[in-house]
């Protein structure tokens, strides 16, 4: 059942690189401040649907509409503006090895606000305090480990505080407990700020531990073949595809 006034409605999406189709007829709702997660097998098109969510690529057919406007067929700087609105983690993190951490989180600030330099350096500096970074401000991306380079990205995604924000991918290259801490703060900061995220995964102990909804995309029938709870769907879902998913042929203990 989709939420009463969702935040996010994607309607009639199609995923196409030219005429070979990935997914076909995406239709599903994601309620304000909710964790929403689009899962599937690798190769599915999940990556390819977070593109044209954030208006990267834009879809073969269809559209995604945000508080009730549509992203791809309003105008050109109306959708700049609506972008603006979002906060997006890549799988790699996308820092600027040349810059420090607070150089990075600032350069969307000096972009698009007027703040003057010393507010625009605290402001930096808040964001990485959010996400477990204070006192690495000065820290180049090369002299952190992995699970410290995802957090800034975090921080630089939460630089202008959106309402919504994006991660793809956001556990990839993580050990077990480093991949377990990033979990915490996607929860803590959605709580904290109130803000809707949309996830990309296809780690099951990721999507058990944050996942307020998601979708399901099947690979072989080129589309969303279940939607929910990833819990609810572990217990009662009877498409064999989602079942191997969740459970990766086993018993579902991925859950914690």
């Known amino acids: 059942m989709p939420p009463r006034d969702p935040k996010v409605v994607v309607k009639n999406m199609n995923i196409a690189y030219g005429d070979f189709v990935l997914q076909h007829d995406l239709n599903f709702a994601i309620g304000a401040g909710e964790i929403f997660v689009i899962m599937g097998r690798s190769g599915c098109g999940k990556s390819t649907l977070l593109k044209q969510m954030i208006g990267l690529k834009e879809p073969s057919n269809g559209d995604v509409f945000y508080d009730g406007a549509p992203l791809w067929a309003a105008e050109p700087q109306d959708r700049l503006a609506a972008m603006r609105h979002f906060g997006v983690l890549y799988q790699s993190g996308a820092l600027w090895s040349s810059m420090t951490l607070a150089e990075n989180v600032a350069l969307p600030i000096a972009e698009y606000t007027d703040l ?19 006192g690495f401000e000065n820290y180049y991306p090369a002299e952190l480990s992995g699970g410290m ?5 975090l921080a ?14 956001p556990s990839a290259g993580l050990d077990p407990l480093g991949s377990r801490h990033l979990d915490d ?13 949309i996830v990309v995964s ?4 990721s999507i058990f531990a944050i996942a307020d909804n998601s979708i399901f995309l099947d690979a072989e029938s080129k589309t969303a073949i279940a939607a929910g709870d990833p819990k609810a769907l572990l217990k009662n879902e009877s498409n064999p595809h989602v079942r191997d998913f969740l459970t ?9």
């Open 116 to 134: 003057s330099p010393a507010d625009i350096r605290d402001l930096a500096c808040l964001k990485l305090g959010l996400v477990g970074l204070d």
């Open 149 to 153: 380079r995802k957090r800034a990205g």
């Open 156 to 169: 630089r995604a939460m630089a202008l505080d959106p309402d919504i924000l994006f991660f793809d991918e």
């Open 185 to 197: 703060l996607i929860l803590a900061l959605r709580d904290s700020l109130g803000a809707t995220v």
């Open 202 to 205: 296809h780690e099951l102990a």
């Open 248 to 256: 990766r042929g086993g018993d579902g203990r991925a859950v914690r």
